[in-house]
């Protein structure tokens, strides 16, 4: 079955520079979320988007900005990039039905700030 | 969401059952209980979930208390494969409501 599809799998930026995260979910799949997990920790929400609209917004820096597309897939852009970004990047779907709305991941970025 | 808690880690022999408790006393009517787990550096893998009744799919069994405070997550024959972070998430199950991780049981599967 198809899974959730991330690029790149691992980015090295350094200081100050931008980055671009993107995820192509799950097909028919219209939601999808951003994790961040950093070293050690439990992954932390970032911000969900359903049909191309913010739906909700978690601990997201105001140096990250994210959009979905027409097509579903979306993008995490990161600027002014800092040493504490380094983390473990992890975009998830899910479905939006009346019966249960599983979310799945995908495997991650890796963003390594030097 | 409702919070839950759960032991931080646990030891399971290879073969055995593993049970792990997750108690969730302020879950709403609404609110389902998830299981997820993740495996070192690799996406959350989807488990099992279930609302009040006990669940069962090829990966595991969830039971769920008759008053829904607490959950046990049961995986029949565990492997090493096994060895993981676990959790276990309650959250509205329709519409876009994201999945809020707290810390989780680590469990290591000993041959």
């Known amino acids: 079955a198809a899974g959730v599809i991330q690029s790149p799998r691992h980015l090295i930026k350094e200081k100050r520079e931008t980055a671009t995260l993107k995820c192509y979910p799950i097909p028919r799949h219209d939601t999808v979320y951003w994790y961040q997990q950093g070293p050690g920790q439990d992954p932390q929400f970032l911000i969900s988007?359903?049909?191309?609209?913010?739906?909700d917004k978690g601990s997201i820096p105001d140096r990250f900005s994210a959009q979905q597309f027409s097509d579903y897939h979306s993008e995490l852009n990161m600027s002014s990039l800092e040493l504490g970004d380094s983390a473990l990047y992890f975009c998830?779907?899910?479905?939006?039905?009346?019966?249960?709305?599983?979310?799945?991941f995908g495997e991650g970025s890796w963003l390594t700030v030097v | 969401d409702a919070k839950t808690t759960q032991p931080p880690s646990m030891d399971c022999a290879e073969g055995r059952a593993a049970n792990l408790p997750c108690n969730h006393s302020?879950?709403?009517?609404?609110?389902?209980v998830y299981w997820y787990r993740q495996i070192h550096s690799q996406g959350p893998q989807y488990i099992i979930h279930?609302?009040?009744n006990n669940e069962t799919n090829e990966m595991a069994s969830l039971i769920i208390t008759e008053d829904r405070k607490s959950s046990t997550l049961i995986l029949p024959h565990a492997t090493l494969r096994d060895t993981a972070v676990y959790y276990c998430?309650?959250?509205?199950?329709?519409?876009?409501?994201?999945?809020?991780f707290g810390a989780g049981t680590t469990v290591t599967v000993r041959a």
């Open positions: 279930g609302l009040k």
């Open positions: 988007f359903y049909e191309k609209m913010q739906s």
């Open positions: 998430i309650v959250r509205v199950a329709t519409g876009d409501y994201k999945l809020s």
């Open positions: 302020t879950i709403s009517g609404n609110e389902y």
């Open positions: 998830a779907s899910s479905p939006r039905t009346a019966s249960g709305n599983t979310i799945y």
